[in-house]
């Protein structure tokens, strides 16, 4: 079973993430592999961001079915959807959960190079929050953050060659040196996430889980007290204030870039028909009786000056509704709107789902984007080499003047 087999005619619909019936996925509800860490989406897309590539935790906002508007959009190139079996879209997940967990468990059983092994100093009862292992100008970065660090770290992009565990541990203290370094200087510039978007993200994490009582007990699983949660949160919001401040806004595309683009991809940059129609229809199908009904509704609007639906009195029978119709998923309804002009309405339409009356709201046949409109769309694609490489500036940058001491319990 491929990818394209979890899409509707092309499209991706609620079924190409979700297991709506909650029958075949692998023990996470109503998705097809769990999404901590955007891992749903990343088993079809090929995107990186600043906040996974460096290690942070997920900002714990609430769930939602509403999919993002870049996966639906027929022009977005900035996430491809690879051709890869759902058996890989079951196993990701797993893989990368085994990858971090044998990271970590050679973190500790290597230990930390010139101190104590993590696991001696878990042993004798030193606590990893109290483990200094670098310090960053005022700052200081304990063992405990490095292990989050460690949890949250992608895979490197690059799988030529196996990252050796010397390596990773060094990837996980650069990243969390980076991440001291630019929660630092959004302090000193002012910033920091205002109260009520932090509640809103701490509610939201507690919602996630059955009750108060799972949620305090994750907590104390963690060594972690609800305000040390609400500091986690805040940090990791500050963070992402500042780096779409100095790098995501500062970003720009060249012009030349775009009109390359453009003029070498016009056949994709196309805005479809667009048919949109206001649809009368009965919720119940009752045979003459309903067509009686329909019949009435439609003498009706022509009564109307304006023949407007929307003044209609709803009375249980009936709904209206405004829709963009389409040749491939109702066709008769399409074919019945292409012959009506723009306010006028249609005679009964029998559907296999139903009997319906529209009207015609507008039509606007398929045209080419112009560069002005297309360029949004464009620059959303093209920007994310410019980005990282802004980031990588930006992260020479945050590190050209610190003070960057590793301490004797390095991880190095």
Known sequence: LTIGDLLWKGNMECSTCHDVHNTKNEGVKFTWVEDTQSALCLTCHKKE???RARGMPPIPFARSFRSSPRCRSPLSRAGPLIDITRD???SFYSSRNRMVSAAIAVLFALGCAGGPKPEQAAASGEDPRKIVVARVNDGQITLARVLKTLKNLPPKSDTSSPETPQELRARALDSSILLELAYQRAVQSGLQADDRRVAIALDNYKQT?????EYA??????????????AEIERSLTISI???KEVEDVVTVPEEELNRVYEAEKDRL??????KVTDI???KDEGAASEKLMAGIRQKLTSLPDQDPWKLVLDGSFMV???TVRQDREPDLYRAAKALQPGKLSSLIQTAKGMHIIRLESLSPERLLTFDEAKPFLTNELKAPFQEKQTKAWEEELKKEARIVITENTLR
Do not use: H, I, N, W
């Open 49 to 51: 961001s600043f906040r």
């Open 88 to 90: 890989a879209m079951f």
């Open 209 to 213: 889980f059955g009750s108060d009582e």
């Open 217 to 230: 007990a994750v907590l104390a699983k963690q060594g972690m007290t609800e305000a040390d949660m609400r």
């Open 242 to 244: 500042l780096y779409k």
């Open 270 to 275: 196309v805005q479809p028909e667009q048919v």
């Open 281 to 283: 229809y009965l919720l």
């Open 321 to 323: 509704r405004r829709m």
